[in-house]
């Protein structure tokens, strides 16, 4: 399995460097976010198989080209807390996502979910 995201920019490098990597399994070819309300589907812009996940709780600032490595998929606000699960088709979390609104990138197949901030309306 390999990082799909082309990192030929330093800021991008600190970006991944920094983040939490999981391996993450597809079989509707998206990123599963949980809530105890819902899950949330967030395409992973390749399609079915394992795939990288990363996870980066440090704000990334605007200025990060974050849209000329990966694609914009949505972002997602979290008013408790959320999980990432391993398999985009049960609920099987491998890591916790808190309060704040995270932006999805995807790009063949890797998922970058970002924190963005914690302007989330209650």
């Not at 390999?2 to 970006?15: A, D, E, L, S, Y």
Request: proline share 4%.
């Amino acid at each position: 399995m390999k990082n799909t995201i082309k990192k030929k920019n330093p800021t991008i490098n600190g970006v991944l460097r920094n983040a939490e990597c999981y391996e993450v399994a597809a079989d509707i070819g998206s990123l599963r976010i949980d809530t105890p309300d819902a899950a949330f589907f967030f395409n992973n812009g390749y399609g079915d198989g394992k795939h990288l996940a990363y996870i980066c709780r440090d704000k990334v600032p605007f200025s990060v080209p974050l849209a000329d490595y990966a694609t914009f998929q949505n972002v997602c606000e979290i008013k408790t807390k959320a999980t990432i699960s391993a398999y985009d088709c049960a609920n099987a979390p491998v890591c916790e996502l808190g309060r704040g609104r995270w932006g999805v990138y995807s790009s063949g197949g890797t998922t970058l979910v970002i924190y963005w901030d914690d302007q989330v309306a209650d």
